[in-house]
């Protein structure tokens, strides 16, 4: 039996070891931490700049309030924050982060530098590292402009089992790369720019007009977005719902261009995704997923976010409400769209990586090419081709036109004497009435059953892919 431990209180770096498991998981998780506190910070410019795919480092730079001196020591402590202080303010905060866990959780797994400064002179500027078993911070003077800036290096150095557990850089940049892609979408108003290993990825102006907005989304998710998407801006019940919604001739293989925003806030809930699969239901094949990016505005004291580690989930208040809200304005928009673009057919939408469908809910239906005219060199149907749609007569008219421009010189050689070949007997004609006269006998005889020994057998005309048309006749066994 082993020895039995007494309770005591971890020590702070495995404390925030601890946490870091549940706040970090790879580089993304960091650059999400950061972009979100200088988001808060009032920041009007921030970014980001990588190497390795983040593994090696992080750096994310604002020109937001930034942290006084006295202010530095506290700002890798854990459960230290200035955007709340008592529980009303939790439970209608209106800011992305509150739990004060992300840079202690960050340091405790990296080596992490925080620069800032709240004055307009840059040389004001200090400088904070917590360092040592006990996380003590160490504050010394460091020139700055006004802002902040928070450098990471070597992420997880000291924890191996979770570093060994990172891809590779390819895939975790773009793991990275869509973390920023969420929060530029979410605040049009602040100026954005990606660097990778010294090379500039994104690069995006500050806007609030629709136009300034469209050219982020275009920028971020490709023209092609746009191009097949509805604008909508409805509000009733004290919510309101904005942004865009692509058209059913625009799906995807999956789910990769879905963002949804409430108060700013970007979240997967389960609430809001089954609302828009019911709105597109009668207009998806299975399988497939829509593509939207939609913002929702309610009053912050009805909506829960301190429900996830990383705060991906919510819980309304009323999920009901918003759920109906949610359902009955895509459907609504979707409904008017159809009616009125009745020209939306196959081939319209493009998607880089995915596999389109065209009309709306419905498998694409192909026109058929009619009979070919005189001269046409197309060719004829093989079997089991769908034919043209028609009554019989019609069919059959087509069948002959098509039959006459195939053998223009049949019926004038069967009806104009032939010279006999050598070594036959009769003339051609003779021949071929002949023929048709048996073959005429042969019809009006009742066909013989499988079981008869020595029936007949029949070569049926069928229609080749080379236009050739076979002619009824029959052989003896």
């Excluded at 709340?84 to 209608?92: A, K, Q």
């Excluded at 801006?233 to 625009?250: I, K, Q, Y």
């Excluded at 043209?388 to 053998?407: C, I, K, Q, T």
């Amino acid at each position: 039996m082993s020895e039995q431990r007494r309770i005591r209180v971890l020590d702070p770096r495995l404390a925030n070891q601890i946490a870091a498991g549940e706040v970090v998981e790879r580089p993304a998780s960091v650059v999400k931490e950061l972009v979100e506190n200088a988001i808060d910070a009032g920041s009007s410019r921030i970014e980001v700049e990588l190497e390795a795919g983040g593994a090696r480092l992080i750096r994310v730079r604002d020109d937001g309030s930034g942290i006084g001196e006295d202010d530095l020591p506290l700002a890798l402590s854990r459960h230290a924050t200035s955007k709340i202080v008592s529980l009303e303010e939790l439970e209608g905060v209106a800011s992305l982060g509150f739990r004060g866990e992300a840079l202690a959780s960050i340091s405790s797994v990296s080596r992490l530098e925080l620069v800032s400064n709240p004055a307009e002179d840059p040389t004001a500027g200090w400088r904070v590292v917590a360092e040592g078993r006990n996380m003590e911070p160490r504050v010394s003077p460091a020139p700055h402009p006004r802002g902040t800036s928070v450098t990471v290096r070597d992420l997880f150095f000291n924890t191996p089992a979770r570093r060994k557990f990172l891809r590779t850089e390819k895939t975790e940049f773009g793991h990275v790369e869509e973390a920023f892609r969420r929060q530029a979408l979410s605040r049009y108003d602040i100026g954005w720019t990606l660097r990778h290993n010294h090379k500039t990825v994104h690069q995006l102006r500050p806007g609030e007009d629709v136009a300034s907005r469209e050219r982020r989304i275009a920028a971020l998710l490709g023209k092609a977005f746009l191009e097949h998407a509805l604008h909508l801006d409805l509000e009733a019940s004290g919510l309101r719902l904005w942004g865009w919604v692509g058209l059913p001739t625009h799906s995807r293989a999956q789910a990769d261009q879905q963002y949804f925003f409430v108060n700013g806030r970007v979240v997967r809930d389960r609430l809001v995704a089954h609302a828009v699969r019911q709105a597109y239901r009668d207009v998806l094949f299975h399988g497939r997923h829509p593509v939207f990016v939609l913002y929702l505005e309610v009053d912050p004291s009805v909506v829960d976010v301190n429900v996830h580690p990383t705060k991906h989930e919510v819980r309304f208040r009323d999920g009901r409400l918003v759920h109906d809200f949610l359902f009955s304005s895509l459907h609504r928009a979707l409904g008017e769209a159809r009616a009125g673009q009745p020209g939306i057919g196959p081939g319209e939408e493009t998607g880089e990586g995915a596999d389109e469908i065209s009309e709306a809910g419905v498998a694409p239906q192909r026109a058929w090419p009619s009979p070919p005219d005189a001269g046409s060199s197309s060719p004829c149907r093989c079997r089991g081709e769908r034919r043209a749609s028609g009554s019989p007569s019609d069919r059959v008219r087509a069948f002959m036109e098509g039959y006459r421009n195939l053998h223009p010189d049949h019926e004038e050689t069967l009806l104009t004497p032939q010279p006999a070949a050598p070594g036959a007997g009769g003339t051609a004609a003779d021949l071929a009435l002949a023929e048709r006269q048996a073959a005429q006998a042969l019809q009006r005889e009742p066909l013989p059953s499988r079981t008869t020994p020595g029936r007949r057998r029949w070569a049926m005309p069928w229609h080749s892919c080379t236009g050739s048309i076979s002619s009824p006749r029959a052989s003896v066994a």
